[in-house]
């Protein structure tokens, strides 16, 4: 029998619109990255846009490809007929009909998609409406290309998108580029110190107001709570303060941190081994005796969110980790006060970054859940990234609080110095996103440390995100010239 080609088999499986596409016959495969890339590029006859429904559309701006879940391009800006503009999502299909095959009619994620792009009209009968009951514009492009199919099918290399391209570059990168590296980097670490500073000025409200370990318990629950659960994880430390897990064995902290997260499996479960049960055993000993105290503060399950998540990252291990860390040092402020003020300057970061790194936990360095076997090697519970991240994005801004509220400008400036020297953690899909805006394919050399990159997300935060025009009304590059100016 003949064997099945991969090319067969990937015609059969991806996300391609082969040839049949229920409106007649297209001639080269489409997927649906290309149908995105035609919206990103624009390649429509802009000056008659028009809706399903009859509507002018004008675009601004097609939005910022998104890498993550959700609609497949944010704050786009679009004017429908002689309205102002407005800004929302967009999300990018191959048939109108997709929208409800892939469930976002239901999915509140979706609710501030502004128009709904289909490069066919196919199933178009049926409206597009968002999970809270708003109908949602529809654009059907197949009609409305700037060129044949087949042409844009040659011109454009999907797999080049969003980031491998010099277009889709901000206004500001022209003036980025006459510049020297060397004020390039300067420009960005100032940016990434005035963001560790208004950190710190956050946590000195938190200190002021609960104290410097609650302000590190909080802040390092935020951070082990990624993006995904950042929210539950500071309920969490709202409801579980520090103070109630102080001086407690690393078993009972942990009973009560799954407990009030709501992770605490019945008793009745049937585990899966003898460890396992063991373990459980001894944390309902502590919680069933603890849990009226926390009646109304548990969290409910649904609150956090599993999706796409890898089973090291679940929060009942970062939970366990907590733990130990409490158990470990149930103050945090001394160890970090004595990682800063170490004689060998060299090893400052690397003692603040192993007082989370190095945490481990008898039963769940080798487990992913309780339903889960023993792995034959431990696995970190605290990754070394996002350890850095603790350390970068926690535990320097604390340590300048706390140093300004002590009155002792040498911590904070030990902080600052640590933060301006300290490697890059793998940049998040915003620093990527600012990266290619400022400087397209040719970042200037340097730019990998944590506070370039922390700099890159305040320029984010400052302009791009407040930016309305697609970059015609942005106020940066005139900041650059002024900055280089002053150099
Ligand atoms: S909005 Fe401003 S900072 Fe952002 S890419 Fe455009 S010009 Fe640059």
């Known amino acids: 029998m003949r064997e099945i080609t991969y090319a067969e088999l990937r015609d059969r499986f991806a996300p391609c619109a082969l040839h049949e596409t229920g409106e007649g016959y297209a001639p080269v495969p489409v997927s649906e990255r290309l149908a995105q890339a035609i919206w990103f590029d624009q390649r429509l006859q802009r000056e008659k846009l028009q809706t399903a ?19 497949d391009f944010r704050r786009a800006v679009i004017a429908f007929e002689d309205g102002a503009p407005q800004l929302g999502d967009v999300e990018v ?12 009619d239901g999915d509140p994620l979706y609710n501030n998609v502004l128009l709904h792009v289909a490069l066919w009209h196919s199933g178009g009968e049926r409206p597009a409406t968002t999970a809270n009951g708003r109908a949602i514009s529809r654009l059907v492009m197949s009609d409305q290309l700037d060129a044949p199919l087949e042409q844009l099918y040659d011109s454009i290399e999907p797999a080049d998108y969003p980031y491998d391209l010099d277009s889709h570059v901000g206004r500001c990168e022209a003036r980025l580029r006459t510049l020297p590296a060397e004020t390039v980097v300067a420009l960005l670490d100032e940016a990434g110190l ?29 951070a082990l709570g990624y993006k995904h659960n950042k929210e539950p994880m500071r309920l969490l430390a709202a409801r579980l303060p520090v103070a109630r897990l102080r001086e407690l064995p690393a078993t009972q902290a942990q009973a009560f941190l799954l407990g009030v997260a709501g992770f605490l499996p019945e008793r009745t479960v049937a585990a899966s081994d003898a460890a396992t049960r063991r373990h459980v055993k001894a944390l309902w000993e502590v919680w069933w005796k ?11 399950r649904d609150v956090w969110r599993m999706a796409g998540l890898r089973p090291a990252n679940f929060p009942w291990r970062r939970l366990a980790a907590v733990a130990q860390l409490l158990a470990t040092h149930w103050e945090l402020w001394p160890k970090i006060e004595s990682a800063l003020t170490a004689k060998r300057e060299a090893q400052r970061a690397a003692r603040l970054e192993a007082l989370f790194a190095d945490v481990e936990d008898p039963y769940w360095s080798r487990r992913y859940s309780f339903a889960s076997k023993s792995q034959p090697k431990a696995e970190r519970l605290i990754g070394e990234a996002r350890a850095r991240d603790i350390v970068i994005n926690v535990v320097l801004p604390v340590a300048i609080a706390q140093a300004k509220l002590l009155e002792r400008p040498a911590l904070a400036e030990a902080a600052e110095k640590i933060f301006v020297s300290y490697p890059a953690t793998e940049p998040n899909a915003l620093a990527r996103f600012t990266a290619h805006r400022l400087f397209g394919q040719r970042p200037p050399r340097g730019i990998r440390t944590a506070a370039r990159q922390q700099g890159l997300l305040q320029i984010f935060h400052d302009f791009c995100l407040s930016d309305r025009s697609g970059c015609a009304q942005c106020r940066f590059p005139e900041l650059v010239a002024q900055f280089a100016a002053r150099e």
């Open 194 to 222: 005035d963001r560790l500073r208004a950190k710190a000025r956050r946590m000195t409200r938190w200190i002021q107001r609960h104290g410097v370990e609650q302000a590190l318990y909080a802040g390092v629950m935020e």
């Open 290 to 300: 603890a849990r009226d105290e926390f009646e109304g503060k548990t969290l409910v």
């Open 53 to 71: 429904d009859g509507q002018r559309v004008r675009v601004v701006s097609p939005g910022w490809w998104n890498l993550e879940a959700g609609p």
């Open 93 to 104: 299909h191959l048939r109108a009909n997709d929208w409800h095959q892939h469930g976002h």
